[in-house]
């Protein structure tokens, strides 16, 4: 149980109707069904009828069953905070490994030309999507979640599991419906790039957690489209491969339109607007 809730609960029981109010008050951003028994000094199975005024007037939020998010008032006419507040307790709860990944990594890491209208996650089990107020959650199953390389982000609430820099840049490339598209997909890539900070040997580390085809789309990108330079473990990588030939869009068919030096089909027209 949740030391704060043990520790200021001392002095008795609290009010259902204090219950959101009391919780942000100490701090506490998330808390389960039992710790609410608990609190309330009621039986588990009364918390969640107890809640639903609650529930009603979006003072409290329940992402998953038995877990629950209180409110903050400038949230409240969103119906729930951002998911970014609470999707680390959430995957905590339901243990389950993660890491922000895709647009949702970009915005983060300062690439928000476009910004996201879903919030993905990459997650070690198969979870259901769900809109909770006006966060639209999408949930991706990955078998790679434990081994792709990510870095702690630090919320109001705590902190967030993120995919780095690298694995950013890979991801968009390796799934570019994830990425709405190759010409978002490569403005991220052009955003993620304009750093003072050396990316080549970390997305060289990171290029076999991926399929070929994402370090061939990543490195042609940016060659196009940006002054990067230093490409060339990219492309000793690209040649190593048993595959021949790479599509840029994974969705049309070949078009023969091959730049040899990525060994990669331009089969769809792209055009980054960054």
């Known amino acids: 149980m949740n030391a704060i809730i043990l520790e200021k609960s001392s ?32 039986p588990v199975n009364q918390v969640r009828q107890r809640l639903v005024p609650l529930q009603k007037r979006t003072e409290i939020v329940s992402p998953v069953r038995g877990l629950w998010i209180p409110v ?11 998911a970014i507040l609470y999707i680390d307790k959430m995957m905590r709860y339901l ?45 991706y199953h990955r078998s790679n979640v434990g081994s792709l390389p990510t870095f702690r982000f630090k919320t109001r609430t705590g902190y967030v599991k993120v995919s780095t820099r690298a694995a950013t840049m890979l991801s968009v490339a390796s799934d570019l419906r994830l990425a709405a598209g190759p010409d978002n ?27 070929i085809s994402a370090l061939r789309r990543l490195g042609w990108i940016l060659e196009n489209f940006t002054d990067v330079s230093g490409l060339e473990p ?26 040899k030096r990525w060994s990669l089909d331009i089969n769809e027209r792209v055009e980054p607007d960054v």
Not at 16 to 40: C, K, M, P, R
């Open 72 to 82: 903050p008032y400038e949230y409240r006419h969103w119906g729930a905070p951002e």
């Open 95 to 139: 243990d389950i490994d993660y890491y922000l990944g895709w647009m949702t990594a970009a915005a983060i890491q300062g690439a928000s030309h476009h910004a996201p209208q879903v919030f993905q996650v990459a997650t070690s089990r198969t979870v259901a999507n769900r809109v909770i107020g006006r966060s639209n959650i999408r949930f």
């Open 185 to 211: 997909a490569a403005n991220i890539a052009i955003e993620l790039s304009d750093t003072e900070e050396s990316f080549i040997d970390e997305v060289a580390a990171s290029a076999a957690l991926f399929p």
């Open 11 to 42: 002095g008795g029981t609290v009010k259902a109707t204090n219950i959101v109010s009391w919780l942000l008050s100490y701090g506490v951003s998330a808390v389960t069904t039992q710790e609410l028994s608990y609190l309330l000094g009621i």
């Open 234 to 259: 990219w492309l000793e990588i690209s040649r190593q491969s048993d595959i021949a030939l790479s599509k840029l869009s994974m969705y049309q068919s070949y078009s023969n339109k091959v730049d």
